[in-house]
Nanobody, 117 residues
Framework: QVQLVESGGGLVQPGGSLRLSCAAS????????MGWYRQAPGKERELVAT???????NYADSVKGRFTISRDNAKNTVYLQMNSLKPEDTAVYYC???????????WGQGTQVTVSS
């Protein structure tokens, strides 16, 4: 069972940028898909972006053109570069490996992103 730890969240003004990190406890070569999810207050958790072992990516329509997901296999880490942040991006952000958390429900603490002036 892979362990995942998110970091990099914080308070940022609208239009600003943040880079989130997801550190995995095993090699990303053994994981087919890594994903970023987020949950805003009072709303359902939603998929933000995914990246496959061969670095194919998909994004939610709400973040296309603003967010970039990437992976560094040497560091066992997946990143989410978030640019042009909007208040509606405010949420707790989580990562997942091969949908382990989606199916298991153990989402952990995530990392808080707050976009506010």
């Amino acid at each position: 069972q892979v362990q995942l730890v998110e970091s990099g969240g914080g308070l940022v003004q609208p239009g600003g940028s943040l880079r989130l990190s997801c550190a995995a406890s095993r090699s990303l070569f053994t994981i087919n898909v890594m994903g970023w999810y987020r949950q805003a207050p009072g709303k359902e958790r939603e998929l933000v972006a995914t990246i496959t072992r061969d670095r194919s990516t998909n994004y939610a329509d709400s973040v296309k053109g603003r967010f970039t997901i990437s992976r560094d296999n040497a560091k066992n880490t997946v990143y989410l570069q978030m640019n042009s942040l909007k208040p509606e991006d405010t949420a707790v952000y989580y990562c997942d490996a091969d949908y382990t958390r989606v199916y298991g429900g153990a989402w952990g603490q995530g990392t808080q992103v707050t976009v506010s002036s």
